[in-house]
């Protein structure tokens, strides 16, 4: 059975930090890229971050220099280390595979706020 636990959102201030993490069941966390996407409200889902089984990871530019995606492969687990966060930033945090398949957790809520 697949399961996807996100945790470790909030609310912080601009500029501020934090890091999120997903425990993934083996099922899908193993030989798999696995990726953090966000939702904003009214928008679609949109992959932010990946990380091969390898190491080799990919930014959305969005994120670039202020994001670190790494992983915990003894753990099946995928982390989110979030810096220099701005309003734009605010959205429901998912992690999944990449690409990703038809079950989702229940995601993290981050909001980015002064």
């Known amino acids: 059975q697949v399961q996807l636990v996100e945790s470790g959102g909030g609310s912080v201030q601009p500029g501020g930090s934090l890091r999120l993490s997903c425990a993934a069941s083996g099922s899908i966390f193993s030989d798999n890229a696995m990726g953090w996407y966000r939702q904003a409200p009214g928008k679609q889902r949109d992959l932010i971050a990946l990380i091969t089984n390898g190491g080799r990871i990919n930014y959305a530019s969005s994120v670039k220099g202020r994001f670190a995606i790494s992983r915990d492969n003894a753990k099946s687990t995928v982390y989110l280390q979030m810096n220099s966060l701005k309003p734009e930033d605010t959205a429901v945090y998912y992690c999944?595979?990449?690409?990703?398949?038809?079950?989702w957790g229940q995601g993290t809520q981050v909001t980015v706020s002064s």
């Open positions: 999944n595979k990449v690409p990703h398949n038809a079950y």
